[in-house]
């Protein structure tokens, strides 16, 4: 946000005096305004608060009552976009077909489309959340207990000692806790105030530019001996940051503290929180500081007060399951602790790369390459009908995570994102490894599109996009020639209110004909679709030399018939009926059996087998009427056909040698050994020959003597390998028809990328 040293301060009229005012403040101070800052109102009045309450207690994702309710939005600002948020689906689509001059009874306040609140999610639940642009920080207490000795979690962290009493929550949403008497529980919170003074200190930051990452708040029911409660509200996530605008707010600042000197101020903190007219009292200066900027500009201890006394809060209203349904307070609440603090994604660098794309996608929209709808539509903030509206495609995981990879590998935008990807993670673009770990990076941005309460998915899928994914050199090669490596098909106008399940049924469906009719760009389209749905089904994954068994006859399971990288398996299904018919089945099971919504990413889908008929065509395999399932050494044997021959010549090789060494009792003879090295060998001196044809930059020999020498010896090699003898017979080769005949390697396009015997080409 551009702010001008001369502006209009928040909350005046075309009669404010103050309209022209110079403001006090540095550039720096000028580009650090809270999000929500300069367009913040008053908190709510006792009536706004109580209109709070009653809308949240009609929402279905609340099932909190209207005290707790009060308690949570008694901070809060901007209750407007509150209000948006707790508006029920059914009132959102009645009003927004409410006739012009038929409007509601308060015109000023905004509609979301949305009608549905925001979701933090963990890989067993998650908790409906009301996202308030600002809180007041004297509203919120710390975690009565410290979150690293839970008695859920006690082992982590303190091998089994327990060492603070056990947080409980049988209703969803509420925590509890059981006290002897309230000086315990201002004893828990100093202790804990205590511990984060002395740990963290962010003060400084917070002075400058404010709470950035909202803090995670929820309601906490306190149970006292003499049969008294009282509910609080508390940052289960935060709490650090929480503390440290405190030390602004009682003027401590940076200073650093003791063990002997925290503890006084934590209980002034502690003591401020449990004061009976707190909030009214932060209430006081923070309109008090508005104020003042109003009448004569803003200043640096406006700004600083400010920042300190308020912070963006995701409130915690509800706790459900991953199919809806409400589940205790602590189920969610110890995941998602667990989830912050012990489970660590193991494929690591998770954050830094999730980071990097989301500052690209920021860069993309400051330089006018894509709209802050479409980007917010990639960061997986747009759900239903407005991710829709927003990108042309069906609100599903299979469409949201191809249009980052199209957004990502297309020419405009793409080089822009692709740049500064580079750039926010020390990357040089010019490197041969650089479009593996530009995928990598783009896959684990896409991991928020899914859930999976299995954990080899999250890896999996990272692991083979790594390794390539379903982007075949065919995309490479053309986004190489500055055209977009792929495109999506768009929604038509007339369908982009359909069922979100309807239009992506129909969009599969579509897609499934076109690459049959080899439409151009189809082809490709299903490629990618198809081939991450392999991918996310685990029926797909990295080339690893540990998968392959060339000896055994019939499927081996978590074995391969021969390797592969993922995007030569693509681009050979692709080529063949058989093969587009499997992509396009598991894009088709995808759909069919994964709701579009964040809450139902983690139900499985199948990726059906396919058979072939009597008169060879392929078909899905069934039996008694139910779907087989297609493992990875299915995929790679029905991707053999499209394989390049020579590719599949160099794999028979490889495989009669294997068979035959394992015959003989696993002694490997060394003929056999030398015909597969001399294999191999020939098939890279192809694959060679063909990128020097193929390359932009064409190497020319120096003269033409140079090269006739080399075809002089390339023509007594070919005569000597027909000299020597054929130990195999035939009847062993599962495929007699590419057994080379005469000396000639077999007819067929050049193998991509995907042969992981292949030395590295030039410009690969």
Request: charged share 20%; aromatic share 6%; proline share 7%.
């Amino acid at each position: 946000m551009t702010i001008p040293l001369t502006f209009v301060a928040p909350g005046g009229d075309e009669d404010d005096h103050a309209q022209g005012a110079v403001g006090k403040l540095t550039t720096e101070q000028l580009a650090s305004f809270a999000p929500g800052l300069l367009d913040m109102e008053p908190v709510p009045t006792p009536t706004e608060l109580k209109e709070l309450a009653t809308a949240a207690q009609d929402h279905p994702s609340v099932v909190l009552s209207a005290e707790i309710l009060r308690a949570l939005f008694a901070g809060t600002t901007h209750p407007d976009e509150l209000l948006d948020q707790l508006d029920h689906p059914e009132a959102v689509a009645q009003q927004l077909n409410t006739r012009p001059g038929r409007s509601r009874q308060k015109p000023k306040r905004k509609v979301s489309r949305l009608g549905r609140l925001a979701r933090l999610s963990t890989n067993t639940g998650y908790a409906a959340v009301v996202r308030s642009p600002l809180h007041q920080v004297a509203g919120i207490m710390t975690l009565p207990v410290n979150p690293r000795f839970l008695a859920a979690i006690q082992h982590a962290f303190t091998k089994g000692r327990t060492t603070d009493p056990t947080i409980e929550g049988s209703i969803p949403g509420l925590l509890e806790i059981h006290l002897p008497a309230k000086q315990d529980l201002v004893d828990l919170i100093t202790t804990t105030v205590t511990h984060h003074l002395l740990d963290y200190d962010w003060s400084d930051s917070i002075a400058r530019t404010g709470v950035q990452e909202p803090l995670t708040c929820m309601a906490l029911r306190v149970q006292y001996a003499a049969g008294t409660s009282e509910v609080f509200v508390v940052a289960i996530d935060g709490q650090s940051r929480l503390t440290s605008a405190w030390r602004n707010v009682l003027g401590i600042g940076d200073k650093k503290l003791t063990a002997a000197t925290a503890p006084s101020y934590a209980e002034k903190i502690v003591g401020r929180m449990f004061a009976h007219d707190a909030v009214a009292a932060s209430r006081k200066a923070v309109n008090g500081a508005l104020n003042t900027a109003r009448a004569s500009s803003w200043t640096a201890n406006e700004l600083e007060a400010l920042h300190s006394r308020l912070a963006p809060v995701n409130l915690v209203v509800g706790t459900y399951t991953r199919l809806g349904e409400p589940c205790e307070a602590t189920t969610w609440f110890t995941e998602h602790l667990t989830q912050i603090h012990l489970r660590p994604r193991h494929w690591s660098g998770g954050s830094d790369q999730e980071k990097a794309v989301a500052d690209a996608l920021l860069a993309a929209v400051h330089a006018g390459k894509i709209t802050p709808t479409l980007a917010s539509a990639l960061s997986g903030r747009l759900h239903g009908l407005d991710f829709t509206h927003a990108t042309g495609l069906p609100h599903h995981p299979a469409f949201a995570r191809a249009l980052l990879f199209e957004t990502v590998l297309s020419a405009d935008a793409g080089a822009l994102i692709r740049s500064a990807i580079a750039e926010g993670l020390s990357l040089d673009p010019s490197s041969k490894d650089f479009p593996a770990k530009l995928l990598k990076t783009t896959a684990i941005f896409s991991t928020r599109y899914l859930r999976s309460d299995a954990k080899t998915v999250f890896p999996n899928m990272v692991h083979t996009w790594d390794n390539g994914g379903s982007i075949t050199r065919t995309m490479w090669n053309r986004l190489a020639k500055g055209a977009d490596a792929f495109a999506l098909t768009r929604l038509r106008d007339d369908q982009l209110d359909d069922d979100p399940y309807k239009s992506a049924f129909d969009l599969v469906e579509q897609l499934r004909r076109r690459a049959e009719d080899d439409v151009p760009g189809a082809r490709d389209e299903l490629a990618v679709l198809g081939g991450d749905a392999l991918t996310v089904a685990e029926a797909l994954s990295r080339d690893r030399g540990s998968k392959e068994d060339l000896v055994s006859e019939e499927p081996v399971n978590g074995k391969t018939p021969y390797r592969s990288r993922p995007p030569g398996i693509v681009a050979a299904l692709i080529e063949t009926p058989a093969g587009r018919l499997l992509l396009g089945a598991a894009l088709s099971s995808w759909v069919d059996q994964v709701p579009g919504h964040p809450a139902d990413y983690a139900r499985p889908f199948t990726v059906p087998k396919i058979t072939t008929t009597p008169d060879g065509t392929p078909a899905i395999a069934t039996t008694h009427g139910n779907l087989r399932r297609a493992t990875e050494w299915h995929v790679f044997e029905l991707a053999w056909p499209g394989l390049p021959a020579s590719r599949r010549a160099v794999i028979v090789g490889r495989r009669d040698a294997a068979r035959q060494a394992a015959d003989e009792g696993g002694k490997s003879q060394p003929k056999a050994a030398s015909i597969t090295a001399l294999q191999t060998a020939v098939g890279r001196l192809e694959q060679t020959i063909t990128s020097i044809l193929t390359s932009p930059s064409q190497p020319k020999f120096a003269d033409g003597a140079q090269q006739e020498a080399l075809q002089k010896l390339l023509f007594k090699a070919s005569l000597d390998i027909g000299k020597i003898p054929v130990v195999v017979p035939a009847s062993r080769n599962p495929y007699p028809d590419l057994v080379p005949e005469d000396g000639e390697a077999p007819d067929g396009p050049t193998p991509g990328g995907s042969d992981p015997y292949a030395l590295p080409e030039d410009g690969s």
